[in-house]
């Protein structure tokens, strides 16, 4: 009987956790399938900027959220749908506001999903590589040396953010190839992983997508992050 009770007390315990994962995977999984309006809004105006937009932003005063002056930015110069009543930064991109930005940008775009639905990240993405690859601001892939005013796509190790070294600010992130500012970007789910993002020079605008290979940072930069 005692061999019973704890034969199905274990494999009780097996569900629980199985259930638990696959709450914690589908909460995760929402995460990175949508982008925000926020994020939107300030990969939109580094495109149509460069880092002039980063400099524009930060002379701004008053507002309390990251995203505030970059959405502020792209309504006005990029061609962002304004801020709705009820409707936050943090609420997820939707067809009519992609189909608004990418007319700004002179991008043919249509799509037969209503407006007000929110699309799917790699979709995002999809149209901001053409943003890019259209506007003066052209999509290099590597060399962080090259360019270094116009948004780029290149591969990444994130390696610390101010929870696990000390010295950075809140904003501040130190990857494989530099110390980077990520505002906006929860970063701590990739630590030690190897990621695509687009950038401007020091500026890490935004996460595309986590890379399968394993993450390996040279020796040369791992003796600088002793020092």
Same mark, same amino acid.
């Not at 506007?135 to 610390?160: A, C, H, M, N, P």
């Given at each position: 009987?005692?061999?019973?009770?704890?034969?199905?007390?274990?494999?009780?315990?097996?569900?629980?956790?199985?259930?638990?994962?696959?709450?914690?995977?589908?909460?995760?999984?929402?995460?990175?399938?949508?982008?925000?309006?926020?994020?939107?809004?300030?990969?939109?105006?580094?495109?149509?900027? &460069?880092?002039? $937009?980063?400099?524009?932003?930060?002379?701004? #005063?008053?507002?309390?959220?990251?995203? *505030?002056?970059? !959405? @502020?930015?792209?309504?006005?110069?990029?061609?962002?749908?304004?801020?709705?009543? &009820?409707?936050? $930064?943090?609420?997820?991109?939707?067809?009519? #506001?992609?189909?608004?930005?990418?007319? *700004?940008?002179? !991008? @043919?775009?249509?799509?037969?999903?209503?407006?007000?639905?929110?699309?799917?990240?790699?979709?995002?993405?999809?149209?901001?590589?053409?943003?890019? #690859?259209?506007?003066?601001?052209?999509?290099?892939?590597?060399?962080?040396?090259?360019?270094?005013?116009?948004?780029?796509?290149?591969?990444?190790?994130?390696?610390?953010?101010?929870?696990?070294?000390?010295?950075?600010?809140?904003?501040?992130?130190?990857?494989?190839?530099?110390?980077?500012?990520?505002?906006?970007?929860?970063?701590?789910?990739?630590?030690?992983?190897?990621?695509?993002?687009?950038?401007?020079?020091?500026?890490?605008?935004?996460?595309?997508?986590?890379?399968?290979?394993?993450?390996?940072?040279?020796?040369?930069?791992?003796?600088?992050?002793?020092?």
């Amino acid at each position: 009987m005692k061999k019973q009770f704890w034969v199905i007390l274990g494999l009780a315990g097996i569900f629980l956790i199985t259930v638990f994962m696959l709450f914690v995977y589908g909460i995760w999984n929402d995460r990175t399938m949508w982008v925000s309006r926020g994020l939107a809004a300030k990969m939109t105006v580094f495109a149509c900027m &460069g880092e002039d $937009g980063a400099l524009t932003v930060q002379d701004q #005063e008053g507002n309390e959220s990251w995203y *505030a002056d970059y !959405i @502020d930015e792209a309504v006005n110069r990029c061609g962002m749908y304004p801020e709705k009543d &009820g409707y936050s $930064g943090m609420d997820s991109l939707t067809y009519g #506001e992609v189909k608004s930005i990418a007319s *700004a940008f002179s !991008i @043919d775009y249509e799509s037969p999903e209503p407006d007000d639905k929110k699309i799917p990240a790699d979709q995002w993405f999809e149209i901001y590589d053409r943003i890019l #690859e259209e506007s003066s601001l052209s999509l290099r892939e590597g060399d962080l040396t090259q360019g270094e005013s116009s948004v780029r796509k290149v591969d990444l190790i994130i390696v610390g953010t101010s929870s696990n070294m000390e010295g950075l600010s809140m904003w501040q992130c130190v990857t494989d190839q530099g110390i980077f500012d990520f505002t906006g970007i929860a970063l701590d789910t990739y630590m030690d992983a190897m990621v695509s993002a687009y950038v401007c020079k020091d500026h890490l605008i935004a996460i595309r997508e986590e890379k399968k290979e394993p993450a390996k940072i040279k020796n040369a930069w791992r003796r600088r992050l002793r020092l």
